[in-house]
């Protein structure tokens, strides 16, 4: 079975600009993917920086980085990972 | 409420970006690049075209220096002017909220309309069941005519293939006293006498159009000029994050406040005073309180004759809180934090010379957004501050945060009062969450107590309390959680 390792920022641009509605909805989030996601919280990634705060909240999956990331986006690219490319035939 | 939309994290992403220039030094140099910097890559173009989009963030920025931005009229003065006069300024008098009527959409008046949906059925149940006669049909359509329809809303309710929808005026759908004017155009405007403040406008809004006007500079350029200044937090900004309470209170020191207070400390002398408050009007005849800690449900209180007088004389926690810190420390600049507009105007009413109780005693009143903003400009990670102890008030003053709070923290004392032997009147508390249009009308009809009974009603404007107020970071749901933890972490000894 493919697993998703989702990490998302809790740093303070990213919570403040949007992550913390995700956070919020995260339950939501889990229930729906189960077993298949992998969920990390990181401090901050650092993504941040070098002027674009304005594209926060920031999350990766794996290693991918979403940029303005919503519940929905996120579980679009969880879908997208989940699915994976070379067997297309995934879940 | 879901406040994951674009209007509110632009409000978030220009405060952000006025609080950098402040650290940086460069507010004037640089503030007029903002509605460039900010439409630059990966704009999608809301209005005609981009330059109309920086005329609006232009006028978004006017109102976060704390200036009015109801008419469009002073197009061609650089924002590096307002900005030099928001830094010297001293305390603005003017309402705390204001419209940018170039913003507004002009929403059509609220009308129910016939979509594409309708089937131009043989039944017809939206025609036959008008009580005007508004409905027709032509071309196999139900067709309403504006004229005559009242919007009732039965033809909506009705109509079997849900062909039929009402299209609302957001902000006056939202507005519980009717605050809301529009004018000849269309254009909306904030009624600021009947307005309570509550803030539901602002977020409610799609087109981001109702503003509140922020202190932000003021208070950055006080603490630059490395003054005495006082974070006094409400119990509900101390649960925006999810981290501990402490947390916050350190990176507030870390941001250049001098000392954090809770207002929970004075939370708690407030039940204290409200207990005996009511226990004193019951023995004059009067048996029903109402709490005076919310300032949108006081502004609203003034207009309902009936409940006007029955509103506690005792000053909020926030009013205690600053005359605590005044007394401490005379020279200290009080900066109270919350999730609210409202507390902005209670600010000002109790200006120094206002004559009000406790007056002079707050000096300036930053939104828990407004703070999270300073915050990501000062790249201060909450959850990498060591927390510092909190320990000056019980988890009944922190209680204050959400609905409940207060009549628990009331009640309580009163049953102490009635332990120490005072007289103390049976007591009814009613809760009041959220000043809706429909609990405001309930309010106005609410009845005295029956004969040796008295009441104590806890109103507050926002649905849950505090912790749903219109500017927090967090969602409320959120909120209340960590405002329980807040609660019980580190407390000093209850009451």
């Known amino acids: 079975m493919r697993k998703a390792k989702v990490t998302i920022c809790v740093g303070t641009a990213c919570y403040v600009l949007g992550g913390a509605e995700i956070l919020s909805q995260l339950e939501e989030l889990k229930a729906a993917f189960g077993d298949k996601v992998e969920w990390d919280g990181a401090p901050c990634l650092g993504l941040c920086k070098c002027g674009k705060e304005n594209k926060a909240p920031f999350a990766t999956v794996n290693g991918k980085v979403v940029e303005k990331a919503t519940l929905a986006a996120l579980k679009a690219s969880i879908q997208e990972a989940l699915a994976g490319k070379e067997n297309g035939q995934g879940k | ?89 001293g305390r603005q008098d003017t309402f705390p909220l204001t419209m940018i009527s ?39 359509r139900s067709h309403i005519d504006p ?77 630059r000029a490395k003054k005495r200044v006082t974070a006094i937090v409400a119990p509900a900004a ?19 406040f001098t000392e954090v207070m809770e207002a929970a400390e004075a939370a708690d002398l407030v039940a204290v005073e409200e207990a005996k408050e009511l226990a004193e009007r019951f023995s004059k005849g009067d048996g029903f309180l109402a709490t005076s800690c919310c300032p949108s449900w006081t502004r609203a209180a003034r207009s309902i004759p009936s409940m006007a007088r029955h509103v506690s004389d005792t000053p909020s926690p926030m009013i205690v809180a600053g005359m605590l810190a005044k007394k401490r420390k005379p020279e200290s600049f009080t900066v109270f934090i919350g999730p609210c507009i409202a507390k902005k105007w209670e600010a000002r009413k109790s200006a120094a010379g206002s004559g009000a109780a406790g007056a002079g005693s707050i000096d300036a009143v930053l939104t828990s957004e407004e703070v999270g903003t300073m915050l990501i400009a000062a790249s201060i990670q909450v959850n990498e501050e060591k927390e510092i102890v909190l320990s000056g008030a019980s ?29 103390v009147p049976d007591v009814e ?55 329980e933890k807040y609660k019980f972490g580190g407390a000093g000894q209850a009451g």
């Open chain 2, 1 to 89: 409420m879901a406040r994951e939309n674009n209007a509110v994290k632009l409000r978030r992403e220009l405060l952000f970006r006025i609080a950098r220039l402040m650290l940086e030094n460069r507010l004037e140099a640089d503030i007029d690049s903002i509605p460039f910097e900010t439409t630059r890559d990966g704009w999608e173009i809301i209005r005609c075209c981009i330059h109309h989009d920086r005329a609006l963030i232009r006028l978004r920025l006017l109102g976060m220096l704390g200036f009015s931005a109801e008419k469009m009229s002073d197009v061609e003065r650089p924002l590096r002017e307002y900005a030099a006069e928001a830094m010297k300024a």
């Open chain 2, 102 to 140: 170039e913003a507004c959409n002009s929403c059509a008046k609220t009308r129910y309309l016939v979509t594409d949906a309708c089937q131009g059925c043989f039944a017809r149940p939206c025609k036959t069941g008008c009580p005007r006669n508004a409905v027709s049909i032509k071309d196999d």
């Open chain 2, 147 to 223: 004229e005559r329809c009242i919007n009732c809303g039965l033809c909506e309710k009705a109509c079997p293939f849900h062909a039929i929808v009402k299209v609302p005026v957001p902000c006056e759908e939202t507005c519980p006293v009717g605050a809301i004017r529009k004018g000849d155009d269309g254009t909306a405007a904030i009624d600021e006498e009947k307005c309570i403040l509550c803030g539901r406008c602002v977020n409610a809004c799609p087109f981001g159009a109702p503003v509140e006007k922020s202190e932000l500079v003021r208070v950055m350029a006080t603490i």
């Open chain 2, 238 to 256: 101390m649960a925006q994050f999810p981290f501990s309470a402490g947390q916050f209170a350190a990176s507030l020191l870390r941001l250049g």
């Open chain 2, 395 to 423: 988890p009944m003053g922190r209680g204050f945060g959400a609905s409940g709070g207060v009549a628990a923290a009331v009640t309580r004392e009163l049953a102490k009062l009635a332990e120490e032997g005072s007289f």
């Open chain 2, 429 to 483: 508390a009613v809760v009041v969450s959220g000043l809706t249009k429909e609990n405001l009308a309930s309010i106005k009809t609410m009845k005295p107590r029956p004969e040796g009974k008295a009441a104590l009603l806890e109103v507050m404007a926002c649905d849950g309390g505090c912790v749903n107020g219109p500017c927090s970071i967090a969602n409320a749901k959120s909120a209340k959680v960590f405002l």
